[in-house]
């Protein structure tokens, strides 16, 4: 995303999650004291198809820019940032 964007799309994007949760567990709750498990997977499916929809049509005028930097700089970069995640405490006491 453009400079001016990146903030907005990273918004949209975490904000996703706790709008799903609110609006997902009480329609699956009803779907499924009313017709069934089985509905709610269907249901869900369908919802999904406007949500793709809006995607497609939001990205369609975006356009990534192209990274400058070489692959030897990049895979550097990606074995620098490795390295970090490895040695940080914090990385091991999540995974553990």
Not at 48 to 68: H, K, S
């Amino acid at each position: 995303f453009p400079q001016r964007l990146q903030a907005r799309a990273t918004m949209l994007w975490l904000l996703g999650t706790p709008v799903g949760a609110a609006l997902g567990f009480p329609l699956s709750i009803w779907l499924l004291n009313t017709f069934g498990w089985q509905s709610t997977f269907f249901v869900m499916a369908m919802l999904t198809i406007p949500v793709l929809i809006f995607v497609r049509i939001g990205l369609r005028g975006v356009q990534l820019e192209a990274r400058a930097s070489s692959d030897k700089t990049s895979q550097e970069a990606r074995r620098s940032a490795r390295r970090e995640l490895f040695v940080s405490p914090h990385f091991w006491m999540i995974c553990i």
